[in-house]
T-cell receptor, first 116, second 108 residues
């Protein structure tokens, strides 16, 4: 398997623009996670899905952020409008079991987002 | 509430042993994960502890004390390639809460 695939790897945009990040989980994994990583706050869970259904979105910072999973092999994280404070590395991860089970999460390479 | 604490940075010498500590406070605790993250790369899974005690996996070992809310990652026979950030993550009911990570630098 190719592992978790994310695109784009780097994104530079201007404040106010819409940003869409994409993720393809490992085939057969029922759980998909979106994380954001910054120096100050570390790795934060934004939202996770089980069988394409959002389970917990309490980490989504505000209404400007939205995530969808239309099918088992694709998910998007959208920021509209983007702000400079959204600059971070966004990781997608997938796993075959729930987040608290004895089971590792496999992370994608991340998208480094810079909002000017 | 929920809180994960680990040192920000550590340094060590090639061939030495280093211990990275982590204290946690979460509700609905099930277990403790350690991940390794090289600069500019994704985190990768190292270990998982659910019961008290030591789990050994090659040069890496991880320890958990549930009563003390404490874990450590022990790295033996350090190699230059072990220079990375090490993330402690504790389960909180239905999700993982990550610490900000400990950046380890290994010097020759």
């Amino acid at each position: 398997d190719a592992g978790v695939i994310q695109s784009p790897r780097h994104e530079v945009t201007e404040m106010g623009q819409e940003v869409t990040l994409r993720c393809k989980p490992i085939s057969g994994h029922d759980y998909l996670f979106w994380y954001r990583q910054t120096m100050m706050r570390g790795l934060e869970l934004l939202i996770y899905f089980n069988n394409n259904v959002p389970i917990d979105d309490s980490g989504m910072p505000e209404d400007r952020f939205s995530a969808k999973m239309p099918n088992a092999s694709f998910s998007t994280l959208k920021i509209q409008p983007s702000e400079p404070r959204d600059s971070a590395v966004y990781f997608c991860a997938s796993s075959s079991r729930g987040p608290t089970m004895v089971n590792e999460q496999f992370f994608g390479p991340g998208t480094r987002l810079t909002v000017l | 509430g929920q809180n994960i604490d680990q040192p920000t940075e550590m340094t060590a010498t090639e061939g030495a042993i280093v211990q990275i500590n982590c204290t946690y406070q979460t509700s609905g605790f099930n277990g403790l994960f350690w991940y390794q993250q090289h600069a500019g790369e994704a985190p990768t899974f190292l270990s998982y502890n659910v019961l008290d005690g030591l789990e050994e996996k090659g040069r890496f070992s991880s320890f958990l004390s549930r009563s003390k809310g404490y874990s450590y990652l022990l790295l033996k026979e350090l190699q230059m390639k072990d220079s990375a950030s090490y993330l402690c993550a504790a389960t909180n009911t239905d999700k993982l809460i990550f610490g900000t990570g400990t950046r380890l630098q290994v010097f020759p």
